[in-house]
């Protein structure tokens, strides 16, 4: 059975940091390219960053650039989002997604690529 695992939320109070993990079983992640989303409550979920199958080309969304990278260790077979300068409105569910892509370097912050999805791991900035 193919499954993705989040894990690494938290409560943080605003300027923390945490760093997501998301691994996998059933398959290995260096054949996919790599999605986190969140949900934050009442508004739709959204892509946060992503990267590519070969770990070359990342994205991020305009709100989280400069504060959140993402990376991809093949080795433990595990994608990390790094989240500093964390802000209140970062609160949300983050998901990981997989997809087998279109080519080593493709990424997308759309959902449409993405297969498989892990349940997810909640994070909430608050003081």
């Known amino acids: 059975q193919l499954q993705l695992v989040e894990s690494g939320g938290g409560l943080v109070q605003p300027g923390g940091s945490l760093r997501l993990s998301c691994t996998s079983s059933?398959?290995?992640?260096?054949?996919?390219?790599i999605g986190w989303f969140r949900r934050s409550p009442g508004k739709e979920r959204e892509g946060v960053s992503c990267?590519?199958?070969?770990?070359?080309?990342?994205s991020y969304a305009d709100s989280v650039k400069g504060r959140f990278t993402i990376s991809k260790n093949n080795a433990n077979n595990t994608v990390y989002l790094q989240m500093n300068s964390l802000k209140p409105e970062d609160t949300a569910v983050y998901f990981c997604?997989?997809?087998?892509?279109?080519?080593?370097?493709?990424?997308?912050?759309?959902?449409?690529?993405?297969?498989?999805w892990g349940q997810g791991t909640q994070v909430t900035v608050s003081s």
């Open positions: 990267i590519s199958k070969s770990g070359g080309s990342t």
């Open positions: 997604a997989a997809s087998p892509g279109y080519g080593s370097n493709f990424y997308s912050l759309s959902e449409w690529p993405y297969e498989y």
């Open positions: 059933g398959f290995t992640l260096d054949d996919y390219a």
